[in-house]
Nanobody
Framework: VQLQASGGGLVQAGGSLRLSCAAS????????MGWFRQAPGKEREFVAA????????SYADSVKGRFTISRDNAKNTVDLQMNSLKPEDTALYYC?????????????????WGQGTLVTVSS
């Protein structure tokens, strides 16, 4: 499956952005989808994940209550709504896909990756 992320940009602290990831070349509903981010000089870290039908979601503690992951299997898209953004949310955001839903969300467990979309939050 090929993944294409979009929606990044520059936003002031406290603002909102919505990222979107479009999938092609596979059966989208058979994949668990995730969002990761990587800040300069840091490791890529888990942000959120959503199960095949969207019935289960998981979030990193740092974004709980502020970010919402959703998917539309008819459109082959997965979105990340980001509210109350903070400067520490600044990073390159990646969408990713895997077959299984887990209790841990290492980047090594994801098989397919899109290119990143840059989110910059100014203070």
């Amino acid at each position: 499956v090929q993944l294409q992320a979009s929606g990044g940009g520059l936003v002031q602290a406290g603002g909102s952005l919505r990222l979107s990831c479009a999938a092609s070349g596979g059966t989208f509903s058979s994949y668990v989808m995730g969002w990761f981010r990587q800040a300069p000089g840091k490791e890529r870290e888990f942000v959120a994940a959503i199960s095949w039908s969207g019935g289960r979601t998981s979030y990193a503690d740092s974004v709980k209550g502020r970010f919402t992951i959703s998917r539309d299997n008819a459109k082959n898209t997965v979105d990340l709504q980001m509210n109350s953004l903070k400067p520490e949310d600044t990073a390159l955001y990646y969408c990713a896909a895997r077959r299984t839903y887990g209790t841990t969300w290492s980047k090594d467990g994801f098989d397919y990756w899109g290119q990143g979309t840059l989110v910059t939050v100014s203070s």
